[in-house]
């Protein structure tokens, strides 16, 4: 089994700054060199891509409304991977997710790829 938590979620007034953090434990040692992700979800709204980074850190995805604002990362000695968000918008509101993908080697925007999930944190964006 692999757990994944989230974590560093809040409320934030518009145009600061947040960094969210993904651990993943249990038997990573079986899954090999994964890929992580963040995803966001608005009430109403479909899941949406955030950003996604492979395991070496050279292939990383953005979506395009966090272009120039948000940065991933992630420590992979500690199985932790992190979201620095600035520039925060109200329209940034929304439970975010991270995920784990064993289907691929590069980052990757697509949900439907990832089999694993921790359960959000919810970051809320004040005008």
């Known amino acids: 089994q692999v757990q994944l938590v989230e974590s560093g979620g809040g409320l934030v007034p518009a145009g600061g700054s947040l960094r969210l953090a993904c651990a993943v434990s249990g038997q990573t040692f079986g899954i090999g060199n994964f890929v992580m992700g963040w995803f966001r979800q608005a009430p109403q709204k479909e899941r949406e891509f955030v950003a996604s980074?492979?395991?070496?850190?050279?292939?990383?995805l953005y979506g395009d409304s966090v272009k120039g604002r948000f940065t991933v990362s992630r420590d992979n000695i500690k199985h932790t991977m992190f979201l620095h968000m600035s520039n925060l918008k109200p329209e940034d509101t929304a439970l975010y997710f991270c995920?784990?993908?064993?289907?691929?080697?590069?980052?990757?925007?697509?949900?439907?790829?990832?089999?694993?999930w921790g359960q959000g944190t919810q970051v809320t964006v004040s005008s």
């Open positions: 995920g784990v993908s064993l289907t691929t080697t590069l980052a990757e925007r697509d949900r439907n790829n990832y089999q694993y």
């Open positions: 980074i492979a395991y070496t850190g050279i292939s990383i």
